[in-house]
């Protein structure tokens, strides 16, 4: 097994991040069998498929570094870097281009979403970013990817690039690429928008109210709990309780995740009570998770030199499984290098 993800340092962390995947991340890691190996990394040449300001990209990157570490990815046992320091990300995109189709990347939710009606505007990596995300995923023979649900058409598309590779440029019993399952843990694979239970939970959304940063203050996180877009009527007592309710859900779902219940399991302990009880443990909860987390995330980045290190090491360890497969998808395809 071999398990590959990625994050974007746009903005801080929030809580979708981590419930959605980071926390899931520390798991695999936590749980890995002899011969098995976790990469993670962030996502810093996707960052520039939109606008972006180049300060404040080198600052999220290592503050995203930061909040890794500190929320239990150790780089002592989980492969940790980013993305340019590693130049085969670039260069196996470009050799996959000539794999993927226009049809496919016509279907990707994602351009759609974040090109919006601007799509004669919107920039030619924004249209290729899911080749970028396969050359990531494909380039270290990852068989386990760990996303949240948002992410899963990319990963089908690195599906279908590696398998049309494999097809069209290597033969069966020696392929290039292996296939990557995407996989999402069973509670939280979608966390949404405080302010809006039909958004998920997002980076770029303009309002800091519609999200929960790790980074956050117990007053803040406390203050945002509260201020949640509910409805005024009780809990249910069970799941099916709550089909037209998506901020109740989502807040319900946010508790189930962090202390580890299923949805019905939280609504057989709250059913009958009102948000006015069932918010402030929530909050409660939520303090108790971030603490820590924020805690050694401050501590982390007064240490530049320290994640410099990390990022520098993880990066000599990405190049060299990253290597042997760009050398084998050059060889296949013909490309002459001396
Ligand atoms: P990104 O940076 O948007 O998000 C990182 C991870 O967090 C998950 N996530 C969520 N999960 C639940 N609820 C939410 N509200 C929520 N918001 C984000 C995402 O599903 C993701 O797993 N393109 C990717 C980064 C990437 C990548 C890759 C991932 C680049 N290359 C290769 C996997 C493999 C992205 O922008 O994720």
Not at 55 to 83: H, K, W, Y
Not at 190 to 211: Q, V
Not at 312 to 323: F, P
């Amino acid at each position: 097994m071999r398990v590959v993800s990625g994050i974007q340092p746009t903005g801080n962390l929030h809580l979708g991040n981590y419930l959605g995947a980071i926390r899931n991340w520390v798991r695999m890691q936590d749980n890995l069998g002899e011969g098995e190996q976790c990469l993670f990394f962030l996502a810093d040449l996707h960052a520039i498929s939109m606008p972006h300001d180049p300060a404040e990209l080198r600052r999220a990157t290592l503050e995203m570094a930061a909040a890794l570490v500190a929320c239990g990815i150790d780089p002592a046992r989980s492969v940790l870097f980013n993305q340019a320091q590693v130049h085969a990300h670039a260069e196996l995109q470009w050799l996959l281009n000539g794999t993927a189709r226009m049809g496919w990347l016509n279907r990707m939710t994602q351009f759609k979403d974040k090109s919006g009606k601007n799509r004669e505007g919107a920039s030619v990596a924004l249209f290729t970013y899911p080749v970028l995300q396969a050359a990531d995923v494909l380039l270290y023979q990852a068989t386990h990817v760990p996303v949240g649900e948002d992410q899963k058409q990319h990963l089908e598309l690195a599906r279908d690039i590696a398998q049309k590779f494999n097809n069209d440029f290597a033969t069966e019993d020696a392929p290039v690429f292996t296939l990557p399952e995407p996989i999402s843990p069973p509670q939280a694979a979608r966390i949404m928008s405080l302010r809006d239970g039909s958004k998920k939970m997002s980076k770029s959304d303009p309002s800091e109210m519609s999200r929960i940063e790790l980074a956050d203050d117990p007053d803040t996180v406390m203050k945002k709990i509260k201020k949640a877009k509910t409805d005024p009527e009780p809990l249910p007592s069970e799941e099916k309780g709550l089909e037209d309710r998506p901020e109740a859900l989502n807040l319900v779902t946010i508790y189930a995740a962090l202390t580890d219940k299923s949805v019905d399991d939280v609504l057989a302990d709250f059913g009958g009570e009102g948000f006015g009880k069932f918010k402030p443990a929530l909050g409660e909860v939520l303090v108790e998770t971030l603490r820590p987390i924020s805690e050694r995330f401050t501590g982390l980045l007064e240490d530049r030199e320290a994640l410099d290190a990390i990022l520098a090491r993880g990066a000599a360890q990405a190049r060299q499984i990253a290597v042997p497969t760009l050398d084998a998808t050059y060889k296949a395809l013909g490309l002459v290098r001396g």
